[in-house]
Structure formats: structure tokens, C-alpha cells
């Protein structure tokens, strides 16, 4: 048995041997770094590479390279998100969690697709791609995928449970040096202490995220842009203090430099929290004219709906109280049009999440991949059936091994202390039986004891009766003693009459709520009943006919559910 097991192992070991998970991950993250940035902004460029993989797919047979040709394949759509979302449902029902790095790109795409449409969902997704990370070795986007679970979080609103994920993040940037993200954390930090009403925090780390980051040489315009992000925050808590200028000096930076940048989004930010405090804290109607100016100049460049909505929004607002109706009817009806497209689009984006995941749900039922057809496949899939099989046999022996020797323990016990408690029993029920014995034995002496006294008294009086000259005070004297030895049997035996008053008065109480529908006069009858004593000796004892003790032992029977033949002294002894 030990030699077939060793062998078994060995042929298990050698098959696994040469599948090796690290490798694949790698691959398929080898992929991803080769399409650049050039490469996803040319369409001829992507589909060559996809049909690299897909050659590699038909001369070997192997699916790593199937799922690779779909992989590259999706940066084709990258501009077209409800095109490419089915495509991610397609790519991961095909991987079928073979492949980790697969799965963790696919969940991660859809938890962002969903991110603001369907939080539950982009949680779900999440969830699942830091879980396949995780089973990898290398941990690939690990620190990115906390840090998005993390704003998942703090949009829904788990501000505490946000800055945990944007805690584990930061300690992985740090360890890889990643000055942009580090500086992100601790801005993220600062938001989460401003939810908290902790306003001094939220500026301590704030600060503390623009330094790094400042301090940074040589830093590229993405850099840049974040730096200038993060001074918006920090200019929102500082008006929240009522520090309006350091407030209006870090706006006025941000929206300098977003307008040259194109940040048009920054740029309606800024301008909107510079109008708020020119309006109410520091009066500049100059200051507000100018950026008013400025945004009029950018809003045919606006293409973002909401970026849209948000500068016509402030136009709207200036004109209204500078009473500039031709600008205000204009941009009002602008808004409308706005609003009803960004309605339209949000509309039609739900409905395709819905269209989406019954698509997905439905084709996940019924597809089956041509991979799986193949004979390499079918062996290996039989091979880990084995294994599984092997595995479920061998633990449920060891279990059923346990719960034997546990119920084998256990009966041992039980036995033991039923041996003790028989014996235990068995020296009681002797020692009663010997009491009792005892009492019996005394009882028939006395008895004995009474009749020779009583048959003497007897005889007494019948030589009285027969003697004339007769000494009528010695005669009463000895009857007087002989009757005192009567009395003196009597209250010898009080104690056994008296218990076994007791046992008959308990034998009624039992027998009355046991069956309460027997009358006094019947539970007195059981008694005598239960004595198997005949109907004629019962009457004599009770003063009734025979007849009428027969008639009450067939009612007693009936009311006990007992039939003509069962009978009634053996019942009456089991209670």
C-alpha cells in the first residue's frame, strides 16, 4: 500500500511539475508591458500582435496563447467601454480562473466600468482581483488595487475602512518608491480625515502629500497635474478653516496652470471655489470677471458632459446676478440640452450593465471552448479528478479513522460509568432488599409474638369462666399486662404500617394524575386491585358485594384502556 501511494505521488508530482502558475502570470504580464502607449494608439499594431498569439494558439494547442490573442485584442476597444466590457465577460469566462493575471485584469476592468453606475458590483469585481493578485507571486497591481477598493469605499461612504486599504497600499509604494502614489495616499488620507470632521488632520496630510511630491525634481506633467489636484483639496479645507487667502493663493496656482494644460475639469473646480470666495469673503468683482472671461473662452473646448454642465452651470449663475439675459437664456438652454444628454447616456449606460450581465450570466451557462475538446486537456482534467478523488477518499478514512476511535472512547466511558452506576445500584437495591428483609422478619415476630399472646389472653378468660372462687384483682392484673404486651407488639409494627401508608398514599397520587377520571371510592379499589386480591376479599375489607366490586374493576379497566383480558394487578404494578 505504501508503494503504490509513493508511486502515485511521484506521477502526481511530475504532472504538476510541469504547470507552473509563475510562469504563465509572467507571461501574460510580459504582454501588457509590450503594448506601449504607441503600440495601443495603432490599431495595425495590436491586431499583428493579437495574431502573434493566436499562430503560437493553433501550432500548440496551449490556451495560455488563446487567452493572450483576447487579451491584446481588448485594447482595441479601449476607447469604446460598452463595446470592450462584454469582451472582459468573454475573456474571463474563457480563462475560467485558470489564470490569475487574466482574472485580476478582467475583474479590475469591470470594477472600474462600474464604479460609479453600480458600487455593489465594482466592489464585487474588486474584491475578486485583489484576491487573484494575491495568489500570485509577484502581487501584480496589488498596491492599485487597494488603493481603488479603497476610493470604492470612501465613495460609499467607509471612510474608516478606506484609509485601512489606503494604508496597506502606501506601505507597497513605499517599498517600490513610488513618489506619485505615496503623495496620493496621504491626500487620500486628508480626504477621509475631512469626511471624519477631523479638519486639522485632513491639512496635516495633505500638506504633508503636496511636499513630497513638490519636492520631487524633474516632475512630468501627470505629476504636475496631481500636484495641482491635491492644492485644490488642500485650498477647500483652508476655507474651511477661514484661511480664505492661503485658500484663494492655491486656487489661483491650480487654475493658472490647468487652462495652458488643458484640464478644463481643474479649471471649472478651481474657478468655481475662487467665485465663492470673491463673492462672500474677499469682494473682487474684477478677479470674478476674469475668470468668467477665461471660461467663456474655454467652453467650446469642453467636451466632457459633465465638465460641460459644470462651466455652463457657473455661467449660469454669473449671469443671473450681473442680469445678463441673452447670456442667461442662452446658457440655460444649454444646460437643458446638457442635462438631457447627460440623462439619455446615463440611462442607456445602466440598462447596458444590466444587458451586459444577463449576456454574461447567460453565455456562461452555455458556452463551451474548443480547448476543451482536446485530448492534453481531458487527460489533465482526469488527472486532477484523481487527485481530488484521492484526496476526498483519503480524508474521509482519516475522518471516519477519528470519529471510531472518538465513539470507541466514548463508549468505553459510557460503559465504565454505567458499570458504575449498575453496581452503585446493584449495592442500593441489596442493601434495601436486606432492610427490608429485616422488617419483614420482625414483622412476622411480632405477629407471631401477638397471636400467642392474644390465643393466651384467650385462654385466660376461658379459665376464668370455668373457676367460681376467683381472685377478680389478680385476674385483672394479669390481663391488664398481658394486654400492654399487645399494645407494645402494635407500636412495634406502627413504623412498617405507617410506610407502607406512605407507598399507598403515593400510589393513589400517581394513579390520580395519571388517570383523572377514577373516582375515590375507585382509586381506593386499585389499592386493594393491585393486591390481587379477589372481589370477595374486597368486599369483606370495604363492606360492598361482591357484584358491585366486580362492576367497579370493569369500569376501573375501561377507564385505564385496558381490554377484557389484560390485567389489571400487573398494570396497577408498573405505576
Request: hydrophobic share 35%.
Amino acid at each position: 500500500m505504501k508503494r503504490i501511494r509513493s508511486i502515485f505521488l511521484f506521477f502526481l508530482f511530475s504532472i504538476l511539475s510541469c504547470i507552473n502558475p509563475k510562469k504563465e502570470n509572467d507571461y501574460f504580464f510580459a504582454i501588457g508591458k509590450e503594448m506601449t502607449h504607441d503600440i495601443r494608439n495603432n490599431p495595425e499594431e495590436i491586431k499583428r500582435l493579437a495574431n502573434r498569439e493566436y499562430e503560437k494558439y493553433k501550432k500548440s494547442g496551449d490556451i495560455k496563447y488563446f487567452i493572450s490573442s483576447k487579451q491584446v485584442g481588448l485594447v482595441l476597444y479601449s476607447k469604446d467601454k460598452q463595446k470592450q466590457i462584454p469582451l472582459f465577460f468573454e475573456l474571463m469566462k474563457l480563462n475560467n480562473g485558470r489564470f490569475d493575471y487574466i482574472s485580476m485584469i478582467c475583474n479590475n476592468n469591470l470594477a472600474a466600468y462600474f464604479e460609479k453606475t453600480a458600487p455593489d458590483w465594482a466592489l464585487k469585481y474588486v474584491n475578486a482581483a485583489i484576491e487573484a493578485s494575491e495568489n500570485m507571486e509577484e502581487k501584480y497591481s496589488l498596491e492599485h488595487l487597494y488603493h481603488f477598493k479603497g476610493r470604492v469605499l470612501y465613495n460609499e461612504g467607509k471612510y474608516h475602512d478606506a484609509m485601512i486599504l489606503f494604508q496597506k497600499a502606501l506601505e507597497i509604494f513605499k517599498e517600490r518608491n513610488e513618489t506619485l502614489y505615496i503623495a496620493s495616499m496621504y491626500n487620500n488620507f486628508g480626504a477621509c480625515y475631512d469626511k471624519l470632521n477631523q479638519l486639522q488632520s485632513a491639512i496635516t496630510e495633505t500638506e504633508k502629500a503636496i511636499q513630497l511630491l513638490g519636492n520631487k525634481p524633474n516632475l512630468n506633467n501627470n505629476e504636475k497635474t496631481f500636484l495641482n489636484y491635491m492644492k485644490e483639496g488642500l485650498a477647500q479645507y483652508y476655507m474651511k478653516e477661514g484661511n480664505y487667502r492661503k485658500a484663494e493663493e492655491l486656487l489661483l496656482s491650480e487654475f493658472t496652470f490647468s487652462i495652458p494644460n488643458k484640464s478644463y475639469g481643474m479649471t471649472i473646480s478651481s474657478s468655481k471655489c475662487l467665485l465663492s470666495i470673491y463673492e462672500s469673503q474677499i469682494i473682487n468683482p474684477e478677479a470674478k470677471k476674469e475668470i468668467i472671461q477665461s471660461l467663456e473662452k474655454i467652453e467650446p473646448k469642453v467636451h466632457s458632459i459633465e465638465n460641460e454642465i459644470g462651466l455652463n452651470g457657473i455661467l449660469q449663475d454669473y449671469y443671473l446676478k450681473t442680469d445678463n439675459t441673452p447670456g442667461l437664456k442662452k446658457v440655460s438652454l444649454r444646460l437643458l440640452e446638457l442635462c438631457k444628454r447627460h440623462e439619455t447616456r446615463n440611462r442607456a449606460e445602466i440598462e447596458a450593465n444590466l444587458e451586459f450581465a444577463d449576456q454574461y450570466l447567460i453565455k456562461s451557462a452555455n458556452q463551451e471552448s474548443d480547448y476543451e475538446r482536446r485530448k492534453n486537456m481531458y487527460f489533465l482534467i482526469g488527472m486532477i479528478l484523481l487527485v481530488v478523488l484521492f484526496s476526498i477518499i483519503t480524508s474521509l478514512l482519516i475522518r471516519m479513522k477519528k470519529r471510531k476511535d472518538i465513539m470507541h472512547d466514548k463508549e468505553k466511558e459510557l460503559f465504565a460509568k454505567e458499570k458504575i452506576i449498575s453496581e452503585n445500584e446493584r449495592e442500593i437495591l441489596e442493601k434495601n432488599i436486606l432492610l427490608q428483609n429485616e422488617k419483614i422478619n420482625n414483622l412476622y415476630l411480632n405477629l407471631n409474638l401477638k397471636t400467642e399472646t392474644e390465643r393466651e389472653f384467650l385462654n385466660n378468660i376461658k379459665k376464668i369462666k370455668k373457676l367460681k372462687n376467683v381472685d377478680t384483682e389478680e385476674v385483672l392484673r394479669d390481663l391488664q399486662l398481658k394486654m400492654n404486651n399487645l399494645i407494645m407488639i402494635d407500636k412495634k409494627n406502627n413504623d412498617l404500617i405507617n410506610e407502607s401508608s406512605n407507598e399507598n398514599r403515593k400510589f393513589i397520587e400517581n394513579l390520580s394524575q395519571r388517570y383523572p377520571g377514577l373516582t375515590d371510592q375507585e382509586l381506593q379499589l386499585c389499592v386493594y386491585f393491585k393486591l390481587d386480591l379477589t372481589a370477595k376479599e374486597v368486599s369483606l375489607l370495604e363492606k360492598l358485594t361482591v357484584g358491585s366490586i366486580r362492576v367497579y374493576k370493569t369500569k376501573i379497566k375501561t377507564k385505564l384502556g385496558l381490554g377484557k383480558e389484560d390485567s389489571l394487578s400487573e398494570t396497577l404494578n408498573n405505576i
